[in-house]
């Protein structure tokens, strides 16, 4: 197992693991993100802290789903999903079921993968500040799902919020891709 600083609590250890991997994930490093992800998972599973699984849990999901695990990846957001809901944070649910619902389109499941995005979506919207970016990606998932299911007036409409809210965030590659299907939806 990875070594966590001495002193800290299993929620924190779990939390210290959770930001190395993400780190490591960031920074490319695909076998020690995988492998402070692996270590942050058994640390929950052995204190059964189920918040602090749903959030290791997710954080390997991403990890997998990097190395194109997305049945792997698939498995463990099913799992993270039901944990989220025991917790107090929409914010971690909105966003696990927005990664659930993104494997399942990319494994051609639209019909699943639509309730995930349209919980995110509410949650998102149901939040009295919730981040712009986070929203956006949002927006931007049940934007992709609509366009293929051949939904373009609906498409057309939550691309032009998706465009307005990465433009707010000053995120210019999603403000050209909204953009960008907005024109090939006329």
């Known amino acids: 197992m990875i070594a966590t600083e001495a002193g800290d609590g299993p929620r924190e250890a779990v939390e210290s693991l959770f930001q190395r991997g993400m780190g490591a994930r960031r920074e490319g ?25 749903a959030r ?6 991403n990890v997998e789903r990097d190395r194109g695990r997305r049945d792997l990846a698939l498995r463990l957001y099913r799992e993270a999903v039901p944990l989220c809901r025991q917790g107090d944070d929409p914010l971690a649910l909105a966003h696990t079921v927005r990664h659930l619902g993104d494997v399942l389109r990319e494994l051609g499941d639209l019909a699943e993968a639509e309730p995930c995005y349209a919980e995110a979506l ?56 909204s953009s960008t299907h907005l024109v090939g939806l006329r």
């Open 29 to 53: 490093r695909p076998d020690e993100a995988l492998r402070h992800m692996q270590a942050a998972v058994a640390l929950a599973r052995e204190h059964d802290d189920p918040v602090a699984l």
């Open 56 to 61: 290791a849990l997710h954080g390997r999901a």
């Open 122 to 177: 509410a949650l998102y919207r149901a939040h009295p500040s919730p981040p712009t970016l986070d929203l956006a990606n949002a927006v931007r998932r049940m934007a992709i799902l609509r366009e293929a299911l051949g939904e373009n007036e609906h498409a057309r409409a939550l691309w032009r919020e998706a465009g307005a809210l990465y433009r707010e965030v000053g995120i210019e590659a999603g403000v050209s891709e």
